[in-house]
């Protein structure tokens, strides 16, 4: 049996940030966790996005969404010394991302 779903279900936010100025990083690390979507699209962020040591968690669906955002840096999903590689189970969309 199917149960019926409310609209948008598959969208489950967590951060949503989209058209936001960030004069400079955005943390996303250190022990940040996410059980569903964090979104910057169409952000402009006046510098890197750290998500070294973060969990990010949305199966089969977005995680991290930087679609269409503009920033002066770039994106870390990387290990860093100190922290863990991020976990990141789910979808990274940065499609019509651009790097100044």
Not at 35 to 41: A, P, R, T, Y
Not at 78 to 96: A, H, K, M, R, W
Request: net charge neutral; glycine share 10%.
């Amino acid at each position: 049996m199917v149960e019926p779903q409310p609209l948008l279900a598959q969208w489950k936010a967590v951060l949503t940030a989209n058209r936001t100025r960030i004069a400079g990083n955005a943390w996303l690390c250190c022990g940040f966790e996410s059980d569903g979507d964090v979104s910057f699209s169409r952000a402009k962020i006046g510098g890197k996005v750290y998500a070294f040591g973060g969990i990010f968690i949305n199966p089969r669906k977005i995680t991290f969404d930087a679609s269409r955002s503009e920033r002066d840096g770039d994106i870390w999903f990387t290990p860093f010394p100190l922290f863990p590689s991020p976990e990141v189970d789910g979808l990274i969309d940065i499609n019509g991302a651009a790097r100044h």
